[in-house]
């Protein structure tokens, strides 16, 4: 380091300024951002049951208690099963939807491009159209410079801690968060994930835009190996449009439609050119449809010079958007949701652990008999309180906790009941030193509520 | 200690992501992985931490992941660069 010159540490990034559009697919866009951005800003707010005196947030990820609440359901821990098929149902449908139309989900669903859009809509509500942000970024700071980007960088940033606030609302119930806020009695967490979850809207959706999906994003990386021939992919249709127009006199002999008025790479998020092809960094978000089917109308040419085509069109084959690829996801698909809707309809909210006495394997009782001790475990998953039947069944008249043939536990609504059990056989009916036995809850109220696991009990070996 | 040429190559931003973005995920999965198996107030209590809510715990133990992984995108980030400008006279074989 012996030289004095400034060295340049990091590459500059170039602000890309996309330029706004209209049309179908920008409709599209906008329905979609209004929809998902309302389920996610609505639904914490949902009360469940909908029509009922005692209520609860219908969507609630309760990590202090370790319960995630879906409507309906409560789901536990121990239903983790059904989170990792539901995981796996949304890769599987990602699979299907980018093998059939490319990157659907980065153009329309993606939190990335649904916040990003909402910011654009704001920085051009305050700064106005692109042209004009160009020119006031260029000068220097005057004083109407100052208040729109100050203007703009606070409605941001209450739309992020808004954002950042509905976020923790899914784990912490918006009621007492809206209190705890009102009365600054926020726990020292709950305000840390506030102001993180808004800062990361914040610098993704107002600074980061493009650069998410460019250096962040894996599925950007892998999804071109879900992509074929016969992938629906917005493409420039470059027999029709080649040779392009340059200037006003231009005498290029045929040319091709394409007029070259850049309006389909200044409308890009991401800054690039469709007319170079398929690129890594095209998100499909379909803006260079909707800019260069207008400048064909207004030159009187058919539309979609820049469309949803496949590569096989393109090179003049027939198309063939179903093919086996699109037949294996569809069934994959269809049997992981039925088997997930079976599963949710027939999944029983109660648990029954047994853990049978580490001390002594077996013993006999004051009164002669044989007895073998064991721990149950009962969780209740449902948000009612239940008094269940215990019962034993094998090959052996068992007495429970002295001379019942069944005993009853009572376990309050989501909670867990341990309960120590002692069953006693009479020792003369005994024929070998090593039984297998089932031990059985069944709820009181609803006979439907019922577990029943295996155990041992054991004997000695020379009866 | 990483070559400024490698680094110049990337903007900040770019680098920063690096770091902090991988990172995040896997202390993110982790988290989810360890935690739906174990009670994190056991955890606290077998490390005889004062801590009496599960919300804390899974901040805490999130934000010390999270530290770890930024460690070693760190370290991957400094074993990636090239290092002849350490010693100009010899090259390695990938500079």
Redesign the interface.
Known sequence: MTSAQP???????EKIYPRAVSGIFARFRITGVLVLLGIFYGLPWLPWPMFADQQRQAVLFD????KFYLFEWVFW?QD?LFLSGLLILCALALFFFTALAGRLWCGYACPQTVWTEVFMWIENWIEGTRIQQIKRDKAPMSSEKFWRKSAKHAVWLILSLHTGYTFVGY??PLDVLTHETLTATL?P??L??ILFYGFATYGNAGW?RE?VCL??CPYARFQSAMFDAETLIISYDEARGEPRKRGRNANDDPPGDCVNCQLCVQVCPTGIDIRDGLQYECIGCAACIDACDEVMEKVDKPKGLIRYTTESVLQGKPSRIMRPRIYVYTVLLVVLVSVLGFGLANRIPLELDIIRDRNALFREASNGYLENVYTVRVMNMEERDHTYTLNVDGELDFFINGKNTSIDIQVPAGEVASRAISLQVDPYTLTRSNYEIFISITSQSNAELTRREPARFLGPDDF | MINQQFLSSFNLRRVLIAILWPSFISAGIALTAFYVWVDPLMIANVFGLPITERIDMYSISFLFLWGQAILASIFCLIFVAPTHHLNPNKRDFDD
């Open positions: 060295i340049e540490l990091y590459r500059k990034r990590l202090p208690n370790r821990p983790f784990f912490t726990g967490w709950e840390f994930w980061m650069q250096y962040m």
